[in-house]
């Protein structure tokens, strides 16, 4: 008599079968199998070092503020910082920026103001002055003075320096309140 065939052998094809179509015929991946994650910090270093590098570049300039009102002479401050700037220029590859008066309005003023400086720096040993300093806007947009004067006063209006948690935390006004 013959014998059948073992019912584990019957499933064992359909099943061999099956496993094949789900994996099918796949060619070995030539790159990357997966997107592998950045070392820690290597996206963000990117970011806060250009970051940095703007506001290297912002030492650079002067601003309208550090001239003694619509001269080309500069306030006490700006005397220490055009002298920083003399120090560190050999080593930076940023420009000194004059800040240009608003909207362009006083070109005459803004050239006599970046002659100065240029002056100035070459007087302190700076090699190529003439070439780095230039008269653009500021990096940074600056407050007109009721602008500044409203930031100062909702400090206080806010509940101290704290912002609007020093309410709460012991500023003015208690927690209960």
């Keep these: 008599m013959l014998r059948s065939s073992s019912p584990c052998h019957f499933l064992s094809i359909p099943t061999l079968f099956m496993v ?3 994996v099918g015929c796949k060619a070995p991946p030539t790159g990357a199998q997966y997107d592998r994650p950045f070392p820690l910090g290597a996206v963000s270093d990117v ?12 030492d650079f ?4 503020h550090e001239f ?20 560190r220029l050999e080593h930076v ?8 008066s608003n909207h362009n309005r006083h070109p005459e003023l803004d050239q ?17 002055a003439e070439q780095r300093v230039v008269i653009a806007p500021a990096f940074t947009e600056g ?3 009721n602008e500044g004067a409203g930031a100062y006063n909702s400090l206080f209006n806010q509940g ?8 709460r935390f012991g500023g003015r006004g208690a927690f209960f309140r």
Excluded: C
Aim: without cysteine; hydrophobic residues 40%; glycine residues 10%.
């Design 20 to 22: 094949t179509v789900l």
């Design 47 to 58: 970011f806060w070092e250009t970051q940095q590098a703007n506001a290297e570049a912002a």
């Design 61 to 64: 300039t002067f601003y309208d």
């Design 68 to 87: 003694r009102g619509d001269t080309a002479e500069l306030a006490p401050g700006a005397k220490r910082h055009l002298e920083s700037v003399a120090l």
């Design 93 to 100: 590859p940023f420009p000194v920026v004059i800040e240009q």
């Design 112 to 128: 006599s103001r970046r002659t100065m400086i240029v002056e100035s720096l070459v007087r302190m040993g700076v090699q190529n």
């Design 143 to 145: 407050y007109t003075a």
């Design 160 to 167: 101290g320096f704290g912002g609007g948690a020093g309410r």
